[in-house]
């Protein structure tokens, strides 16, 4: 069917704007901004909306995907779904989960290379200047110039590491175990350049600095370990890919406000944009906001736009299809949380071996200091390893503890017999804990990460803003409105002008026809309310209520508002229907695009998250 021509839109708005501004009184704008809820309280969506709105002072809301409950905050309701649909980590557990490397460890001089001779004398005239202030040996360092080298692989590499530094502290991934390790790895291949005195100043040992110090085959091991070791371990591929993909809205929310009258909760009052200036002012001082409007309340109405019925089904079919991408999100935290509670016992276990072989050791460590103090009668390791474990035998009980020092005795015994043999167990065992703990850790953290991003999601898919569907009811009411205003005040002053030119019979007969206009106008109105989703009693105020809001004596005739109706005009009414029925099937066809794509997302996000915890199990 034809659609309206864009001059035929631009003349209706037009009229409008001309009527508003300079016809219609600024009582009548203040009686048109201020709507009544019950002249279009019979959706029960709208009335959902107003009675949420006047309890909780605000349109937004969260649902529970999984009990329904409903709260006024994203944050309370994601608490609540963690306490009462999802459980927490017990205290144990929790105290073993990582704490992030802060940026600030890599926020440290210029990343690049040095010249190893001259930076070694900066390092004597810091070393003996030491302060023995941490924080002011790291001062120190920003503030001094290194000796900085233009070898272009090594200039490479070192800016390399520091992206992937940077990366892994971004995605939450590089805790304070994997620092250490990184700083032991560097301070092995360090001791080729610098004496071990220098290495061993604590600023060397604790900032990461000393990587500036490394040759090209030594930074390449340390782009190895970043990359092998850490970002296997952590998933990294797949979660910087989750970290960058933005999320997005199905259903477009509003920016408008819409508010109460402070002085009558039954009254609406639109607030066209809450970052203007306007969206600041007081509600209740709505004696200029008719007049400072001027145009915009008038674009505003006439853009944009959809049937209501349309409207409403949309927003009914997105709830339902937030509640159920909301339970798979939840499955998928479910089955993340189980992850992250497996992965934290298991990292107390490698610590309880550490700490077991730590301690076995210690009794070692015991004998040879005793040896350096006393002369004379010594233990072998092997003898003091007997008699520790005929100790724990004689004990009448044995918890778990105990039960793995007997373990670690048992196997040691059994594989070596001298002193130093027994040292290189103990050294051999406590390395693979501490590689171990190393790991967990970076699964845990890429553990939490993923479900941050999960949580995320849900969040975003279980929040909602009932202006999405008030602002459209709101605009239809309120744009019909003014239209039949703007209309009936035109209709009643060209019939009043052909009274005084034609007079007595000839009068009444332009009367008559003008009213049979009117009728058929009504008539095509009410036809079209109910097609948007009006009741029969809306239908009835459409009919009966055509009139303006105020209009008084005082104003005088606008010759570009008042006119003669023309042919066009009235082939534009005839049209309106058609046209609308058209647009509710573009609709119809553009829900039904949203509802594949929604598919297809929840396909994609579902695929690529069953990848990444497939990656990071076979990590």
């Not at 970043?226 to 890919?241: A, F, P, Q």
């Not at 004696?287 to 927003?315: C, H, M």
């Not at 918890?399 to 048992?410: F, K, P, R």
Request: with cysteine; charged share 35%; net charge neutral.
């Amino acid at each position: 069917m034809e659609m309206p021509s864009p001059s035929t839109s631009s003349r209706k708005l037009k009229k409008v704007r001309n009527y508003w501004n300079n016809v219609m009184s600024l009582e009548a704008k203040k009686d048109f901004l201020s709507v009544r809820i019950e002249k279009f309280k019979a959706k029960e969506a709208l009335a959902e909306a107003v009675e949420y709105a006047k309890e909780m002072k605000s349109w937004k809301f969260s649902t529970c995907c999984c009990c329904g409950q409903r709260f006024s905050d994203e944050e309370l309701n994601l608490e609540h779904i963690k306490s009462a649909h999802l459980g927490t980590l017990s205290e144990e557990l929790q105290s073993v989960v990582p704490k992030i490397v802060p940026i600030s460890v890599i926020q440290i001089g210029d990343w690049r290379p040095v010249n190893v001779v001259e930076a070694a004398k900066l390092i004597e005239d810091l070393s003996r200047n030491d302060s023995g202030n941490k924080g002011q040996d790291e001062q120190d360092l920003k503030l001094k110039k290194w000796p900085n080298c233009d070898h272009f692989n090594r200039n490479k590499l070192v800016t390399s590491i520091w992206i992937l530094l940077q990366l892994f502290i971004k995605i939450k991934c590089f805790a304070p175990s994997h620092l250490y390790m990184l700083l032991d790895l560097i301070s092995e291949m360090l001791r080729k350049h610098l004496p071990e005195r220098l290495i061993n100043q604590r600023w060397m040992k604790t900032t990461l600095v000393s990587v500036w110090f490394l040759d090209e085959l030594e930074l390449e091991s340390v782009h190895e370990f970043l990359m092998e070791e850490l970002g296997i371990s952590c998933g990294l591929k797949v979660l910087y890919s989750f970290k960058s993909r933005k999320a997005r809205h199905d259903l477009t929310i509003t920016h408008e406000r819409i508010v109460f009258r402070d002085d009558d909760l039954s009254h609406l009052i639109p607030l066209l944009d809450e970052t203007s200036e306007l969206a600041s002012r007081s509600v209740d001082d709505i004696k200029n906001v008719g007049q400072a409007y001027s145009d915009n309340i008038v674009q505003w109405l006439f853009t944009g736009g959809e049937p209501i019925g349309e409207k409403l089904k949309e927003w009914e079919k997105y709830r339902e299809a937030s509640k159920s991408l909301g339970m798979e999100l939840f499955k998928i935290i479910e089955s993340e949380f189980h992850r992250l509670q497996n992965m934290c016992e298991r990292k107390c276990k490698y610590l309880r071996h550490e700490k077991l072989w730590l301690d076995i050791e210690g009794i070692c460590m015991e004998e040879d200091k005793r040896r350096k103090e006393i002369s004379g009668n010594q233990q072998s390791y092997r003898s003091l390893l007997l008699k520790r474990q005929k100790d724990i035998e004689e004990e009448k009980s044995i918890d778990e503890m105990a039960s793995m020092e007997l373990d670690i005795i048992e196997s040691i015994l059994k594989k070596a017999q001298a002193d130093n043999d027994i040292k290189m167990l103990f050294q051999m065992h406590i390395d693979q804990m501490g590689g171990k703990c190393f790991k967990s850790d970076a699964t845990i953290l890429a553990t939490n990460a993923a479900m941050q991003q999960t949580w995320n999601k849900l969040k975003m898919v279980t929040s909602y803003d009932y202006r999405s569907i008030v602002v459209p009811l709101l605009k239809t009411f309120m744009r019909t409105r003014l239209e039949d205003v703007v209309y009936n005040d035109a209709t009643a002053k060209s019939n009043a002008e052909k009274n005084t030119e034609n007079g007595g019979d000839d009068a009444r007969h332009g009367q008559g026809k003008s009213k049979n206009k009117k009728k058929k106008k009504d008539h095509r109105k009410a036809k079209e309310f109910k097609a948007t989703g009006g009741s029969e009693g809306q239908q009835e105020n459409v009919e009966q209520n055509l009139v303006p809001a105020a209009h008084g004596t005082d104003h005088p005739l606008n010759s570009e508002v008042v006119g003669s109706v023309t042919t066009d005009e009235l082939e534009q009414e005839e049209r309106e229907l058609t046209r609308k029925a058209e647009e509710e099937s573009r609709i119809e066809e553009h829900q039904r695009m949203i509802a594949r794509q929604l598919e297809y997302q929840r396909q994609i996000e579902n695929e690529a998250k069953q990848k990444h915890l497939a990656e990071i199990d076979k990590a």
